[in-house]
């Protein structure tokens, strides 16, 4: 039997949580603070639009979209398969097609932006 | 040596659903895992910002609307404590799983794990300054 | 030196007549520094002689007297009764077949212990006359740690994933093929990674951590097997990547 391609996900999932485990704590309060009366200047509609809209800004938010959905659809075959769903290969192909999409659409709507 | 081969051992089953509740290592290892479901959760959140961001500027403006409210903050504070449970999950393995040796010795693991702390508080400010929060 | 009466509830299975195992009570007069090996040997000495089960040191280095002890992989050689209230139940270790009563089939460790190629393949062999290899303290220190493992397989008792998917290799025996990886008298990396970077191998692995924490020598598997995949990693970016790039 040959060896594994699992690295390739793999590395995925660890990047998308080194990634997570720094900012997302952040970023969630950020967009948390406006249900707590606080409105950060960047959620105003003129600066997160020409934030989102250059190209390191984008960037920049696309690599969180994209390897918290990677770094989440991994860890959810891995959750399911110890809650006792034993089918892998469909549990893989749903959750890795899912951070595909997902994928795809964060890149075509920053391309809009 | 017949007789003896000829008895059979006894396999123990492990419950397929109910493992995990069997110890408090283990109850925590699944807690750790589900983080997952909430991480990705707000990546979808995302998605959907960007997409009333893109949609242009009475879609956002209603968009920013709805995260003042009680929906929005209940979202958040869940999604925010299992954020922060797999900040201090992932940095307190990080030692193990990245041992660096310096001359002889290992970097202790404090050392490590505290460095990412350090690293990580001063990305948040960052980020938040940045954002304009204060 | 005080006597204690302790109640053990142990895990009996005869092969020959019995279908199921069933729990049998002893009540043992105990020590107060006594193990619960001690408690068992008194039991098999004075109380019943059927009774099963292995051990040999005594002391913690041989890794025989792997058992259960409420529920927890323990040394039975290192099970102090002193930190124990109430009944104590004795099984044998968990994710092993049952031979009899304590005693478990542990054909499967050995193999997969054998399967990781666990010894020195030297990158060019070196006659005698050549002399022996140096290394240096750090060098030494690098794999030190994994050569601590006692081949007592509480770790395989304490991983979930072994006890759900019996292929997977476990901890041990990846972090024996780490041992040597980090060797640096070592050149059969690539041979040991045909075996521990397969599907059964180190990815069946999701970090419970459980192994470490119940090893009684610190070996730290759970680091172990993260770095294998770590290296595996980037050994398959090197390989699809960089394909012209020899190890």
């Known amino acids: 039997m040959a060896k594994s391609n699992k690295p390739i996900i793999w590395g995925l999932f660890a990047a998308g949580g080194t990634v997570t485990a720094f900012v997302a704590p952040a970023l969630v309060l950020l967009t948390l603070l406006p249900a707590l009366g606080v409105m950060p200047e960047l959620l105003g509609y003129d600066k997160l639009r020409s934030f989102s809209g250059h190209w390191l800004g984008g960037l920049v938010v696309f690599g969180v979209i994209f390897l918290s959905l990677w770094h989440a659809a991994h860890r959810l075959r891995i959750t399911l398969h110890d809650f006792g769903v034993r089918a892998d290969l469909l549990v893989a192909t749903a959750v890795y097609l899912a951070a595909a999409a997902g994928t795809v659409y964060a890149v075509y709507l920053l391309l809009r932006i | 040596m017949e007789d003896q081969m000829s008895s059979k051992p006894y396999i123990r089953e492990v419950p397929r659903y109910s493992w995990f509740l069997r110890q408090p290592r283990y109850m925590r290892y699944m807690l750790r895992e589900v983080t997952c479901i909430f991480i990705g959760a707000y990546a979808v959140f995302l998605l959907v910002a960007l997409r009333r961001l893109s949609e242009g500027r009475e879609a956002w403006e209603s968009f920013v609307q709805m995260l003042t409210g009680p929906a929005s903050l209940v979202f958040h504070l869940i999604v925010l404590a299992f954020a922060l449970y797999h900040t201090t999950s992932w940095f307190n393995v990080t030692p193990k799983a990245m041992p660096i040796q310096a001359g002889e010795d290992f970097v202790p693991g404090a050392v490590i794990v505290g460095a990412h702390y350090a690293v990580w508080l001063a990305v948040s400010v960052v980020l938040l300054f940045l954002a304009g929060v204060f | ?247």
């Not at chain 3, 099963?52 to 041989?62: F, G, I, L, P, Q």
């Not at chain 3, 499967?108 to 022996?132: C, H, M, N, S, W």
């Not at chain 3, 770095?227 to 050994?235: N, R």
């Open chain 3, 1 to 247: 030196m005080s006597r204690r009466q302790i109640e053990l509830e142990v895990l009996r299975y005869n092969p020959e007549t019995d279908t199921e195992p069933h729990f049998q009570r002893y009540s043992v007069s105990c020590e107060d520094e006594w193990v619960v090996l001690d408690a068992l040997n008194h039991i098999k000495e004075t109380i019943d002689p059927t009774l099963s089960y292995r051990w040999s040191c005594h002391m913690a280095v041989c890794g025989s007297c792997g058992m259960m002890v409420n529920g927890e992989p323990k040394l039975s050689c290192k099970a102090f009764l002193r930190n124990y209230e109430g009944v104590i139940r004795v099984e044998p270790l968990a994710h092993f077949p049952i031979q009899r009563d304590l005693v478990t089939v542990i054909d499967d460790f050995v193999t997969k212990l054998r399967q990781v190629k666990p010894y020195l393949i030297p990158k060019q062999e070196k006659t005698l006359a050549a002399g022996e290899y140096l290394q240096t303290p750090a060098e030494l220190k690098k794999y030190k740690q994994y050569t601590l493992c006692i081949n007592c397989m509480l770790c395989y008792a304490a991983c979930p994933e072994y006890g759900l998917v019996p292929k997977f290799i476990g901890p041990a025996a990846i972090s024996l093929a780490h041992r040597y990886n980090q060797d640096s008298r070592d050149g059969g990396r690539e041979a040991r990674q045909q075996e521990i970077a397969k599907n059964e191998g180190v990815w069946e692995c999701s970090f419970v951590g459980a192994c470490s924490e119940v090893c009684p020598e610190h070996v730290d598997p759970a680091g172990a097997l993260q770095q294998v995949k770590i290296q595996s990693t980037v050994d398959w970016y090197q390989e699809h990547l960089m394909p012209w790039k020899t190890k």
